[in-house]
């Protein structure tokens, strides 16, 4: 005789999840993501901070090899001039190889590095988005927000983030 059970109390046949165990386990996944998201903003900052470093070294590296282009004489100078260049613009243009009977041009940058932390308007040349320091200008009056094109001065012998923000390391960006 076989005999079947209609109604039955029993769990066996049954599968899913209760309604318990659904928000207990949507609560750990935003407990989960809560923890997660300073992190995430942990991670982007120091990449831009790591792309600001690259940028700073690139420019710095350039300004550096147009001086001793102008101190070795391939490129022409005024008495009084430091020797570094008017503006960012030319490491990129190039500038007469005073040396070059053909007068090839001497270039230095492929193009300007945007500032990562530059927060103006993302239709701004690549030049307008750093603080711009003069030879002989000390650096607290080149880091106190002076405007590219404002007081730069007759070359351009340092450039420094225009941010406002301070680093992971606690250093502001414009000290970099």
Sequence with gaps: MNT????????????GFTLIEMVITLALVGILALAIMPFSELIVQRQKEQELSAALREIRIALDAYKDASDAGQIEKEAEASGYPPSLTVLVTGVKNARDPKGGLLMF????????????????????????????TPPEQAAGGSSWSGDVGKDVFDVSSKSDRVGINGIPYKQW
């Design 4 to 15: 079947m059970r209609i109604g039955g109390t029993g769990r066996l046949g049954q599968r």
């Design 109 to 136: 940058l492929r193009r300007v590095p945007r500032d990562p932390f530059f927060a103006g308007d993302p239709d701004t040349p690549a030049e307008e988005t750093w603080n711009a320091r003069a030879y002989g």
